[in-house]
């Protein structure tokens, strides 16, 4: 099963700021990657996929780069509505898996 | 327009089997290169795949839970079930059926399970 470590857990910034978060597979998922946000009480949002294709009608203040076991996703600018938990999900082998999720607070 | 929606208990005792229901519309499971899957999130913790069915009845487990889950689809009902026996007080959380394409992923709502005697 593949492994995925966000880190931060936690990252504290201010509107307007830029956020980077990590995700590290602990084996190559070459680009299947996807990244999501989720609100409390909702299910998850796709904002990325195949590490740094945006989804339809994601901002393009969300980006995301990198391939095999290295990964990010940017938020350059946060919106005051960006303030979520963000996970990582990779789709390359069965079990698909996700991380610990990144929580952006203010 | 796509839409899932699951159905089910909210409150289960433990050693019980929960059997869930997504029932969706917009797409059919008989179309070649389609799945409908179950994602689970306790409170306050990640999400986890637990199942997933193709188009031409393909199925996949999570490795740790494959001897409880069962996953089956009727394609003419549009809908998808997913058992899960002796359930436990950690299988707690809230259940998702989705709908992943290549580039986007549909959801249901989710519905919360509980697991107490």
């Known amino acids: 099963e593949v492994v995925l470590t966000q880190s931060p857990a936690t990252l504290s910034l201010s509107p307007g700021e830029r956020a980077t978060l990590s995700c590290r597979a602990s084996?190559?998922?070459?680009?299947?990657l996807v990244w999501y946000q989720q609100k409390p009480g909702q299910a998850p949002r796709l904002l990325i996929y195949?590490?740094?294709n945006r989804a339809t009608g994601i901002p393009v203040r969300f980006s995301g780069s990198g391939s095999g076991t290295d990964f990010t996703l940017t938020i350059s600018g946060l919106d005051p509505e960006d303030f979520a938990v963000y996970y990582c999900?990779?789709?390359?082998?069965?079990?698909?898996?996700f991380g610990g999720g990144t929580k952006v607070e203010i | 327009q796509i839409t899932l929606k699951e159905s089910g208990p909210t409150l289960v005792k433990p050693t019980q089997t929960l059997t869930l229901t997504c029932t969706f519309s917009?797409?059919?499971?008989?179309?070649?290169?389609?799945?409908v899957g179950w994602i689970r999130q306790p409170p306050g913790k990640a999400l986890e795949w637990l199942a997933l069915?193709?188009?031409?009845?393909?199925?996949r487990y999570r490795p740790s839970l494959k001897s409880r889950l069962t996953i089956t689809k009727d394609t003419s009902k549009n809908q998808v079930v997913l058992t899960m026996t002796n359930m436990d007080p950690v299988d707690t959380a809230t259940y998702y059926c989705?709908?992943?394409?290549?580039?986007?992923?549909?959801w249901g709502q989710g519905t919360p399970v509980t697991v107490s005697s």
């Open positions: 989705a709908h992943p394409r290549h580039d986007t992923i549909h």
């Open positions: 999900q990779q789709r390359f082998n069965w079990p698909f898996t």
């Open positions: 195949d590490a740094s």
């Open positions: 069915i193709y188009w031409n009845d393909d199925k």
């Open positions: 084996q190559t998922v070459s680009d299947y």
């Open positions: 917009g797409f059919s499971l008989s179309t070649s290169g389609l799945a």
